[in-house]
Each structure stands twice: as structure tokens, then as C-alpha cells.
């Protein structure tokens, strides 16, 4: 069975990456919501990657949309409380415009809130690329017969360190150049606010 772990990690961000970003918009802008959610938050937040593929093997069993979901879970967190974050610091001014101007919620976002906070939130991204990665990986190598994680453990099982080796380097190059990549594309579109947020 063929299995592609770049596109695991693609629909883990893209379904936990974007749900992130909508609750950490939501959170950022409502203090009351923050505090009503944030027992729930810190309860589930802590749970460990590996202690949620047993419940995606029930649901999924062995193959791309078991780690796939096990990604989204994990990197579901960092871009709620990063977004947050960074949503919650936004200029008050702006937003006491928005009231004057009466925009709608939507239009608050996609005009003040979002361009205010768009260099963070790619910032925020590219940490959570890498914990994507390293989430793979290891789910991957503790039950997932296939992709580059498994490759690795069967390379060091029948001995073979310079395989693991090329894989590990793959690994390290590929994540290297996607970082590359959203840097500059987060300081060609952001300009000098692209610069100081990634110093």
C-alpha cells in the first residue's frame, strides 16, 4: 500500500493548522470565551501525540488518515494559543475603529485583525511545520507500516545505517526548505514587520 507522508502532514496542518487559527481569532477577540474555555484547554492541551493514536487506530486504522489526524490534533494547539496570542495584542485603537466604523465580526477579521496579525500567525506556522514533522515521524515509526518513519526503523533493524542516515538528512534538508521558503515569502509580503517578527 502505497502511502505518501508529505501529504499527511499537508491535510494534518490544513485541518488542525486552520482550525487553530479560526478558534485562536475567536478566543483572541472574545476575553470571555478565552476564560470560559480555558480549563478545557489546559486539560486537553497537555495530551501527548502518542497517547491519541490508539483512538485513531479504532477510527482509522493503519494508513494516511490515522496520522493525519493525529497531526491535526497536535498541531491544532500550538496555532490555537500562538493565534490567540497574537490576536489578543492587536492594537486596541484598531479595533475601537472597527466599532466605530460598525463593522461586522467578518469584516473586523478579514480588514483589521487579520493584516494586524498575518506575519505572526505565518511565524506561528512555520514552528508548528516542524512539530508536524516530528509527529509523522514518530507516529510513523511507533505503529504506521509506511512512510519515511518506518523506512528508518527497517533500515536500523536490518542494519543498514547508511539508508537511516540518507533518510534522516532527506528529512533535515526537506524541512529546512520549507522553512526557507516561508521566511522569505513572509518577508517579501510583510516587508520589515516580516523581519522583526522571525528575528
Request: overall charge positive; some cysteine.
Amino acid at each position: 500500500m502505497d502511502h505518501d507522508p508529505f501529504l499527511a502532514i499537508g491535510l494534518g496542518l490544513a485541518v488542525g493548522g486552520g482550525l487553530g487559527v479560526l478558534g485562536g481569532i475567536g478566543l483572541g477577540l472574545s476575553p470571555a470565551a478565552s476564560r470560559i474555555t480555558s480549563i478545557a484547554i489546559e486539560l486537553f492541551r497537555p495530551i501527548p501525540p502518542v497517547a491519541v493514536i490508539p483512538i485513531a487506530l479504532l477510527i482509522y486504522g493503519f494508513g494516511i488518515k490515522m496520522e493525519a489526524a493525529i497531526i491535526a490534533f497536535t498541531c491544532f494547539w500550538p496555532m490555537l494559543l500562538l493565534t490567540q496570542a497574537v490576536v489578543s495584542s492587536v492594537e486596541p485603537r484598531l479595533i475601537e475603529v472597527s466599532r466605530i466604523l460598525e463593522l461586522s465580526p467578518r469584516k473586523k477579521v478579514m480588514s483589521i485583525v487579520l493584516p494586524a496579525a498575518a506575519a505572526r500567525i505565518v511565524t506561528a506556522l512555520r514552528l508548528t511545520i516542524g512539530i508536524a514533522f516530528i509527529v509523522a515521524v514518530t507516529t510513523e515509526i511507533a505503529v504506521n507500516p509506511f512512510g519515511l518513519g518506518h523506512a528508518m526503523m527497517i533500515s536500523q533493524m536490518e542494519m543498514r545505517p547508511s539508508f537511516m542516515y540518507a533518510y534522516i538528512s532527506w528529512l533535515a534538508a526537506l524541512g529546512w526548505l520549507i522553512n526557507t521558503g516561508l521566511l522569505m515569502i513572509q518577508r517579501r509580503m510583510f516587508g520589515a514587520m516580516g523581519l522583526e517578527v522571525t528575528q
